[in-house]
């Protein structure tokens, strides 16, 4: 760690600073959401986008910032997910809405199988 700190090369950039540190385990594991389980157990970062984002709170306005493979999808998909599930069971909407997103790349994983 002193070997790091030493060096501001390796975290400092212009303004901001970054931390190529492990994440911090979330507190809820898989069982963030009533409706289902996660498929890893979460990250405290992904589960303070939840607490925002989930159908459990007013929905509010949330960025996420962070390295490429680091969650951010899962930070954004599930609380979709978590959304359409309380719809079905406080309206028994039928409909199945697939956002694009998960579209392209359902299909992009369907190409690389063939």
Do not use: I
Not at 7 to 26: E, I, M, V, Y
Not at 51 to 75: D, F, I, M, N, Y
Not at 77 to 103: G, I, K, Q, W
């Amino acid at each position: 760690m002193a070997r790091f700190v030493k060096d501001p090369a390796g975290w400092l950039k212009g303004p901001n600073f970054q931390l190529g540190l492990p994440f911090t385990p979330g507190a809820a594991g898989k069982q963030f959401y009533k409706s289902f389980e996660t498929q890893f157990p979460s990250h405290l970062d992904q589960e303070a986008a939840w607490q925002r984002l989930s159908s459990q709170h007013l929905a509010q306005s949330t960025l996420v910032a962070t390295r490429t493979g680091s969650g951010k999808t899962e930070c954004f998909m599930y609380p979709v997910l978590d959304h359409r599930a309380y719809e079905r069971d406080e309206t028994h909407v039928s409909e199945s809405v697939v956002p694009s997103y998960l579209r392209k790349k359902v299909s992009e994983a369907k190409g690389k199988k063939q």
